[in-house]
């Protein structure tokens, strides 16, 4: 595609449940970003995928949180026995590469996963 | 302090006047993005730049790397332009430090 995708757009769970949001990439692009933005807040980095290795997870907020790349393409970030605190967008982004300057390391953003945990 | 802190959290204007918001950060950065969110959470990168001035239709984004500060100005604004606009700064590597946000509305 021409963009970043992300499914399903809207998510509504009940608390307790396990909820998996997915990440269609640009195609081609190595690296790979999950992002938490709660109302009002700017964007905060959870997890960092460069192919399918997974090389910086330390925004994962807790151990309920997962994410993978099995392939290199993909991405869904799993979140289990979701709690109130979980609402929030979930933003996945994409660059050709990570890291240094210019046009091949910009990251293009996905329309987001709203979730709400009722 | 947040590490990048951005000014006005929130901003009214009338169509057709000019418009900036402002971003300070206090680290060392390779690059300095700014991004558009419309509602509904999808975002647009606008501008990444590490030094001067970029122009891109009504839309200027400044940079002083000596004083740790970006502008993003909109000429001409119109009731489309209405958004929250985000400054990100980033570092040596990957991660994005960003700014809590401007939110504009531009009135008709």
């Known amino acids: 595609g021409a963009g970043v995708s992300q499914s399903p757009r809207y998510k509504v769970a009940k608390r307790g449940q396990d909820v998996a949001l997915r990440c269609d990439p640009i195609?081609?692009?190595?690296?790979l970003f999950w992002y938490q933005q709660a109302l009002g807040q700017g964007p905060e980095f959870l997890t960092y995928?460069?192919?399918?290795?997974?090389?910086?997870k330390s925004g994962l907020p807790s151990d309920r949180f997962f994410a993978e790349r099995p392939e290199g393409s993909v991405s869904t970030l799993k979140i289990q026995r979701t709690q109130q605190e979980d609402s929030a967008v979930y933003l996945c982004?994409?660059?050709?590469?990570?890291?240094?300057?210019?046009?091949?390391?910009?990251?293009?953003f996905g329309p987001g996963t709203r979730l709400t945990v009722t | 302090k947040n590490e990048v802190e951005q000014s006005p959290q929130n901003l009214t204007a009338q169509e057709g006047e000019f418009i900036t918001i402002n971003c300070s950060y206090s680290?060392?950065?390779?690059?300095l993005h700014w991004l558009q969110q419309h509602p509904g959470g999808g975002i647009v990168s606008l501008f990444m730049?590490?030094?001067?001035?970029k122009k891109h239709g009504r839309l200027i984004a400044t940079i002083n790397i000596q004083e740790k500060h970006s502008s993003l100005h909109i000429t001409a604004s119109h009731p489309r332009d209405s958004a929250v606009y985000i400054c990100?700064?980033?570092?040596?590597?990957?991660?994005?430090?960003w700014g809590a946000g401007t939110k504009l509305i531009i009135k008709p």
């Open positions: 680290v060392g950065i390779s690059a």
């Open positions: 195609s081609g692009h190595v690296s």
């Open positions: 990100a700064a980033r570092g040596s590597n990957y991660q994005l430090i």
């Open positions: 730049l590490s030094s001067g001035k």
């Open positions: 995928f460069q192919n399918e290795a997974q090389l910086d």
């Open positions: 982004a994409s660059s050709l590469l990570a890291g240094g300057f210019g046009g091949l390391y910009e990251q293009y």
